[in-house]
């Protein structure tokens, strides 16, 4: 595993090594890498699907101006409401922004929630095709029952692993099951254990009772802060338009209130429900895709003390 010299932010090291923060949603694991960041001399490589795009700010807990004011933070508004972004698109921005955090004697941390986003960029994006237009479209446009049913015919393994109920990542695994005749598992690429191996990485956690509780105040606060109007806003600037971040949890559910079709208390808890559901499948994929050192964070720690274990562990390592 590589070792991180700890330095104080007035005396960089020349080219130090990345760190890599991962978890569920909720456990902090944002105000940690902050505070580390400022402890070690590092900026902030955001691993996050939805916080690329430019609008998207109190429902995907952006990092406020605040935020970025104390510590740099990279991938953040890259991409427009109406733009497509996907994995390729984070590798190339990623690797820019290691390179010159790298170059400044600063040290890379990547933190963030979207597993896919962190083993594409450590191992590549395997042997997948480039999407196809005309079969994009006719996958999107076929009810998501009769995709499933597809997908559980012609790649058993990947139906039993894949988020069942989100359109995007079903579609994609057909249309790469169409395109090349073989089972989209026997394509994706491994977090291989010499990936595992040559990295700090760490995956933080929290009691179960306690994630929910953090999970459900998160909400309460997203939508006093304002997450139905954002939402309105953004529908106007073609959010519904964009199929991948429609699929953003919050989005989605003030949407279909804004159709009439639940109450706002009922969103609020349906939100709360479908981020808690997020969090516990994002525990499992890490769990079983990554080799994580992980800590789980005791109700009384402070996101500087767990900073603190952090760097002393690089230090160690």
């Given at each position: 595993m590589a070792t991180v010299q700890i330095i104080h932010p007035a005396s960089p090291i020349l080219h130090p090594s990345p760190l890599f923060i991962a978890g569920p949603t909720a456990t902090g694991k944002s105000e940690i890498a902050l505070a580390l960041a400022e402890r070690i001399g590092g900026e902030i490589i955001t691993v996050d699907s939805m916080q690329v795009y430019r609008g998207l700010d109190i429902g995907t807990a952006k990092p406020s101006a605040a935020e970025r004011a104390r510590v740099a933070h990279h991938l953040l508004d890259v991409a427009e409401l109406t733009e497509a972004f996907d994995a390729a698109k984070f590798i190339a921005l990623?690797?820019?922004?290691?390179?010159?955090?790298?170059?400044?004697?600063?040290?890379?941390?990547?933190?963030?929630g979207t597993g896919l986003y962190f083993k594409a960029y450590l191992?590549?994006?395997?042997?997948?095709?480039?999407?196809?237009?005309?079969?994009r479209a006719e996958l999107e446009a076929s009810p998501l029952e009769q995709l499933l049913a597809e997908l559980h015919e012609r790649d058993p393994e990947t139906f039993a692993t894949i988020d069942q109920k989100n359109p995007r990542r079903v579609v994609r695994a057909l249309e790469v099951i169409r395109l090349t005749?073989?089972?989209?598992?026997?394509?994706?690429?491994?977090?291989s254990q010499a990936a595992r191996t040559t990295h700090c990485s760490f995956g933080i956690s929290r009691p179960s009772g306690i994630?929910?509780?953090?999970?459900?105040?998160?909400?309460?606060?997203m939508f006093e802060r304002g997450l139905v109007n954002e939402t309105r806003q953004l529908l106007d600037r073609?959010?519904?338009?964009?199929?991948?971040?429609?699929?953003a949890i919050g989005y989605r559910q003030v949407a279909e209130h804004l159709r009439g079709e639940r109450s706002l208390e009922e969103t609020v808890e349906l939100v709360k429900i479908r981020t808690?559901?997020?969090?516990?499948?994002?525990?499992?994929?890490?769990?079983?895709?990554?080799?994580?050192?992980?800590?789980e964070i005791a109700p009384e720690s402070s996101a500087e003390e767990m900073a603190g274990e952090i760097a002393a562990r690089t230090q160690a390592a």
């Open positions: 990623a690797r820019a922004a290691e390179s010159e955090i790298r170059a400044r004697g600063h040290v890379p941390i990547f933190c963030g191992e590549g994006l395997g042997e997948a095709p480039a999407s196809d237009t005309i079969l005749g073989r089972p989209f598992s026997a394509q994706r690429a491994d977090w994630l929910q509780c953090r999970v459900n105040a998160r909400v309460d606060a073609g959010l519904a338009r964009n199929p991948t971040a429609m699929q808690r559901q997020f969090a516990k499948r994002q525990l499992t994929w890490f769990r079983k895709h990554a080799q994580l050192e992980w800590i």
